[in-house]
């Protein structure tokens, strides 16, 4: 077995895992602001958005991690999200995060909410939310997604 120091020390193969909801309706997609709390933790500057969604814990599926992170960021019931097929999995194009430069592979799931669900209490990770067309996606969140996701993006919006 490898000393647990030699495998982080070498990182050959630590990512971290973002499990990401892209929420649809109406044509529009839901986009997160950063807020002063994520900033911090991220330990970034420069505003930024996001989809909502996070990082699997360990013992966590897929599922299960997109379930608790949308549920905690939006202040909605687990089983509230409907999960659907996966959209994009690609690296990020953060180089940092939470100050350690690790790669960040973005797993991203088309997703809808219920109709009746129309309004969110935020977590203090984000402090502001709008549903915007693709196009405004791509400008909002460039600095994070790649090209890979927005070309898929782009295309799920022709069909």
């Given amino acids: 077995m490898i000393p647990k120091e030699k495998f982080y020390s070498e990182r050959k193969f630590m990512h971290f895992v973002g499990i990401k909801a892209l929420i649809v309706r109406n044509g529009k997609v839901l986009v997160l602001r950063a807020g002063p709390a994520e ?24 599922e299960d991690t997109l379930r608790r992170e949308v549920s905690e960021e939006l202040g909605i019931e687990k089983n509230a999200l409907q999960i659907g097929d996966l959209l994009d999995a690609s690296i990020s194009n953060f180089k940092i995060s939470h100050g350690m430069e690790v790669p960040l592979l973005l797993v991203t799931f088309k997703c809808s909410l219920p109709k009746s669900i129309n309004k969110f209490k935020l977590s203090p990770e984000h402090d502001k939310y709008i549903w915007t067309d693709a196009k405004n996606v791509k400008k909002l969140t460039r600095d994070k997604f790649n090209q890979t996701f927005f070309t898929r993006l782009s295309k799920l919006n022709e069909k």
């Fill in 39 to 62: 900033l911090e933790s991220t330990m970034r500057e420069k505003e930024f958005w996001d989809l909502p969604g996070g990082k699997i814990e360990w013992g966590e599926d897929v």
